[in-house]
Each structure stands twice: as structure tokens, then as C-alpha cells.
């Protein structure tokens, strides 16, 4: 009896080291609670030593994904990205962790599961009061849409995005938009792809309101089914994991995303014929989301 306790002890204990998904979710855990704490990293881990030794622990195990880009603008765009400078620039996103959707092959597959029940509602409740979406690739109306956005920004109360310009995601064939039942915009998702990657260049609402909320989880769906067609497996956020507020980490943990560390293959396979040319391409921590208002955070618990 003895030796089968300590079996399934020994069985238990070796899921977990190789289970990438627990470690993962240990990461995800320590920075969400130390973003609600509002208290300085030090000081949380402290207090906090349970979750913060998960953590560092996690950093070791999380899974780690490679990334085969083309050189094409959106390729290396991906590529610097992952490779991108944090902490005071001692490590690179993709090293440190980033925050990574899985795109299934199969997108019924993706909001299948009882970890998606708030996804499945909140879906429901937008097409019930009639919210749609479309793909906008006419340039007047993508600039439109930004001056939107631009006039939007600067009334939000928690914002991060403020002060920036999104003009240089005019020419963009990756948008998607969300509309009310009255045709007005509620939300806009740019998110390019390069082969089997794709990032976030912009996920913002219009509004927080209920029916900006429910509009939220509905384009990330649609936006799954359409990066899922194109043979994307993954949607990269291009912020770090420990720089995400206490929101956005609610609504990604929401909708799937996970932490894991990335690395660019070295290996080439593309060639943009045009180039890179034309105009400066837009990215980084402080070209997509808006913060969720407190509001809309708890309607979303």
C-alpha cells in the first residue's frame, strides 16, 4: 500500500514538471495577481512566496514555440517583436515569455471546452442583439475608422494607448470590424500574419458599454476563425507578460492566451519581392489594446 502511495506521489509529481500547460498558467497566475495587488514586484513576491516561487519555477518550464518567419514586412516585423528588448533591455520578449493564443486547425475547435463558457456567452449575447462584423480593406475607410479611434482615445480614463498614431495600419488587409446594430463601429482588430504566426497590432473597443463587451469576445472568435482559414496556428501579443494590466490579463486568460518562450528559426523560406519599402509598419507594446475599465473587467468575471 505504501509503495502505491509513493508511486502515484512520484506519477503526480512528474505530470507536473512536464505539464507546460500548468507552468504556463503559474506565470500567467503571478503576474495577474501581482497587477490586481498594484503593489511593486518585489514587495508582492514577498508577501506572495507560494506564487512567486510557481512563477520562477514556471519561466523554466513554460512551453517553447519556434517561429519559421519569411522576410517579408510582416515577417520581420513578427521577428523583431519576439526579439524585441525588455527589462531595462537585459532580455528579449520571446526569451522572457510571451503571450501566445493557439490557433486550432479545426476553429470550432477553439471555443469548445468548459474553460470557455464566459467566451460561448458572451458570443451569444452579441449576435442575439445583433452585432456583426466585416473584413475592411478600402483605405478611406480604414483612415475613417482611425480618426475614429483617434477621437475615441483621448476620453478614456484608463488608457495606454493615448497620444499614438495608429495611421501607419492604413493599408493593412488584416482588419477586422466589429459593428453595432445601428452600423457604428465598436471594435477594431488588426492582426497581420506571416505563415503560421500572426500578432496583435490593434484590439481596441470603442466604448464600455455591454454590448462593447460582448462585441470583444465575439471578434476575437471570428478573428480565430479567419487566422485559422489562412493556416495561422498562432496569435502573438506584442506586449510582455509582465507589463499586461490586471484586465487584459483577465480577458486573455478569458479567451486562451497562455505564456511561452519563442525563438526565430533561422532558416529563411520567403522573399518579399516588394520589399519593405514603402512606409514605416507599426508596432509594439503601445500600438493595440485599450485597458479594460474596472466596469467592464467585472462584467466580464
Given at each position: ?28 497566475h503571478f503576474w495577474r495577481k501581482h497587477k ?201 501579443d506584442t506586449d510582455s507578460a509582465n507589463n ?58
Open positions: 500500500m505504501l509503495l502505491k502511495i509513493k508511486l502515484r506521489q512520484l506519477s503526480l509529481r512528474s505530470k507536473i514538471v512536464f505539464d507546460e500547460d500548468y507552468w504556463s498558467g503559474c506565470v500567467s490586481e495587488s498594484k503593489l511593486r514586484i518585489r514587495k508582492f513576491a514577498i508577501q506572495n512566496p507560494t506564487i512567486a516561487l510557481k512563477a520562477f519555477f514556471g519561466h523554466l518550464f513554460i512551453p517553447r514555440l519556434t517561429a519559421e518567419l519569411g522576410q517579408t514586412r510582416i515577417g520581420l516585423t513578427i521577428k523583431d517583436v519576439i526579439n524585441r528588448k525588455i527589462l531595462f533591455g537585459t532580455v528579449s520578449l520571446g526569451f522572457f515569455g510571451a503571450c501566445v493564443l493557439h490557433i486550432p486547425v479545426n476553429a470550432a475547435d477553439y471555443s469548445a471546452g468548459s474553460s470557455k463558457q464566459t467566451l460561448r456567452r458572451k458570443v451569444r449575447a452579441a449576435r442575439k442583439v445583433g452585432v456583426t462584423w466585416r473584413s475592411v480593406t478600402d483605405l478611406v475607410e480604414q483612415r475613417a475608422l482611425i480618426n475614429t479611434l483617434h477621437a475615441y482615445v483621448p476620453a478614456k480614463t484608463r488608457i495606454r494607448l493615448e497620444g499614438n498614431d495608429w495611421g501607419g495600419l492604413v493599408g493593412s488587409k488584416s482588419w477586422t470590424v466589429g459593428y453595432g446594430p445601428d452600423g457604428q463601429p465598436l471594435i477594431i482588430a488588426v492582426t497581420p500574419h506571416d505563415g503560421q504566426w500572426a500578432i496583435i497590432d490593434l484590439f481596441v473597443t470603442l466604448g464600455e458599454t455591454q454590448i462593447h463587451s460582448d462585441a470583444r469576445y465575439y471578434l476575437t472568435q471570428v478573428v480565430v476563425e479567419k487566422l485559422s482559414a489562412s493556416g495561422v496556428k498562432y496569435l502573438l499586461l494590466p490586471a484586465g487584459l490579463w483577465h480577458f486573455q486568460r478569458m479567451i486562451g492566451f497562455k505564456v511561452a518562450r519563442v525563438r526565430v528559426a533561422r532558416s529563411a523560406t520567403k522573399v518579399d519581392l516588394q520589399g519593405s519599402a514603402s512606409k514605416t509598419y507599426a508596432y509594439g507594446p503601445s500600438t493595440r489594446h485599450a485597458v479594460q475599465s474596472d466596469v467592464e473587467m467585472a462584467r466580464t468575471s
